[in-house]
């Protein structure tokens, strides 16, 4: 089945990141500089970014909760339109860890749980690519070291 | 890190002083020629100023500006520093290699009242040069942070009498020990932590003087926000004026270089026209390649193959789960058509009756209803089940594969820089060859380009000053306006800012007893390689006394106390040691620790061969301005020597230092010739280490063997 007939159940599900890390995720995205050489700014727009922190967070098997005022709102569910392999990844993640397909009823829960994820492992990421003059070498490192480790203990 | 050149304006006696740095790989070193009183200190001083500001000065209450400076009258201390910057880092096992450069510049007002300066809050900029122009660099502190940290500026920037601090017998032992296991602790980077904190004790001590005055300084804060806006204006203006003139020279200096390219092409060297050509093809050919790639492995990081390297077992699990209800016939779903039929034959598949009216016919028709209802969540598990299975399905023939693309653009990567190095030296190489051909027709050609090139790196210098004032203007601009919204926000702010303190202070205690047990890992590399250092360096010490000549090392005990063995003996080299060797020692410690550290940046080095000589002086300098080997990275030693520490090492300056100055006080007592100036200030003049002329010629020129640049040096 194509891709592009992918129905999103997100559209009104809220994106949300620790709000502590708000000003690197801006540093780290083109979304406000578009003309940022992609070697210092790694990742196109917030929700890239907010993928790779919550794909490191399942890697790590950890959510991190916070409470209701520490998580900051980027966006909706809309975004996440325009990878439909981003919504299949997400209703794939949420069956997988729950082992219950009940849950794609609830796209907000499912969205929930990603931030948790995504709170545990996008300060990692964040703070090894402000330690360093090229981010995108770190980031790189950063997270190809995850997927050997994957790979090896069949984790994730 | 590498120095390539510093602009140092009214920072005590150096009044205007411009100070290159060697870039040279077979050459690193550099050396400042300069007496005592000739600005040595001050420059070391204000090289660490200029990159870390305010928290480089030892005393806060010692004025920045000269002596003569009038008392009461502003004046404006500022340093420039051009440098670049190469980062290493090792991807996939392979090492990629980056260098940027950048251009700094730290300025502050101060005042002299009654002997005590009153400064201005400092106003730092940083640009980053790229092939698209001037970038500004927005958080400046945190790259040059990034780069050399400040803990480390002890280590990087030292003078000879003060590194003798680590093994000095005019200091206690418990001193001695605090000064080594400070330097070792330097090395852990603990100073964001200790940063953080002292940020806090800054914000709570600012707070708490913040009174009633909050419609006075919102005031003042308006007008200064107004003031820094209309400056902005005015620069901006002229930035674009600038920017302007840029164009259009750079216009004409693309017509003349054509001009001479063609006058090249018209004679026996077209050849070498046609290769510049070449070449010029090749470098816009790999910049554009390697901006390619650098999208591409952007968007890798974006992209589905890392979703699926990372989350493997966990997206897999989630098929397993879908599948297994494909397997057990829960989607999709086809009960309902079959029990319409039932209800049609008025029989179950059982043989039971479905007549109308019996209880098993409802019991049918309620099935029926509740499958209809779930038939929406039935048909998106089923869409669901038959991605997951196709994308399975791809992953199990490595179409998810993240980390050998990963690999392959990384490969691209280091193969096209390789490509974009070549071309630039070949260009540089070429453009030689063609600067050497001495005929008229092009030489007309080629001043005019030349002229027209050296308009444009003015225009190009100006650009990068305006946008430096630019920046930095806009950054004060900015820091009014939070200052503004700091006074609204004072009470509120003031209970956040205790928390933090309180959480600072949390983690510093956290962090003390894992840095104890880090300390203990790095005091061990730093004694094995110094001891390694100091081993070479007295290596030849003939004036040694008879029981030094068999020492066989040096080292670091877990107590902090450096010493030295001979034989069987341990020995305090406070009074076991000549002074020489001290310093030896002195050097040996502290070259371990720039090693260990595994930071490149300027080793710079104010008098240290003083008290030394022979053999122990040629093997310190040996060591410490050694080119790197080939595996090595760059490296750059500058050296602030006076003539006596000169004195028998010439030859070996002669090999190793790629640039040599010297700096002069124009009021120094010793000076043959006499100097118009109306107040004291340092000079500097291109004499080299075995040389003098009008600027730095001294008394005791002869003694030092020197000779004149000059016919008639004094006139």
Redesign the interface.
Known sequence: MPVNDVVNPFLNASLRIPARDWPLVEKFTTTQQAQADPDKVPFRRYVDLWWAGLCIGVREGRRTELPPNEWHRFNDGTPLSADPWRIIHLQLLAVGLTEDAKILDDPGAIVQMANEYCATGLPMLLEAMNQSTEPIMVASEFLRERCVVAVIAGAG | MQFKRAHITNFKLLENVEVDFSVDRARPLTVIRAENGSGKTSLLTALQWGLYGEKALEDHTVPLSASHWPAGTPCEISVELAFN?T?Y????GQE?V?T?EYRLKRTVTEVVEGGKPRRSSEQISLLEL?DRGAEVI?APR??LE??LSADLRYVFFTNGDAAMNFISPQLTRSDKRSQVRDAIKALLEIGVIEDAINHVRRVQASKRKETGSVGGDVARLASQVEELTTRLEELESKKKEITDALADLTTRHETADRALQEALQRGNQEELAKRLANVKQRLAGAQKMLAEL??E??A???S?A??W??????????????RG?HDAGIIPKTAVPVLRDRLALERCICGASLAHGTPARQAVEEEIDRQRASDA?QQ??T??Y???E??VADRDVGQFS??SR?EAV?INRTEWEKVLQEARAEEESVRKQIEAIDRVDIDEKRRNRMSIGSALSQKREQLQQVELDVAMVGQSLAQVREQYDEVRKRHNKLRRVNAQLTAAQDVLSVLDGVMDELQGAYLERVSGRMDELFRQMIAADTDLPEQMRVITGASITPEFDIVVHAGNRTLNPDHELNGASQRALTFAFIWALTEVSDTVAPRVIDTPLGMMSGYVKRGVLDLISSPPTLSEPDRQVALFLTRSEIAQVEDLLDQRAGVVFTLTNTAAGDLTCRHESDHPRIVRCECNHRQYCHVCSRLDDATYGLISREEKPCQ
Do not use: C, K, P
């Open positions: 910057h980062a880092v090792v991807v996939a990629h980056r940027r790229t927005r945190q790259l990034q780069i650098s999208h492995h952007q890798l990081l974006n589905e890392l979703s390297s990372l989350m493997d077992v966990r997206l897999r699990a989630g098929a397993n789960v879908l209800m969540f998106r598990l869409r669901l038959h991605q997951a196709a994308d993240w980390d990963l990384l």
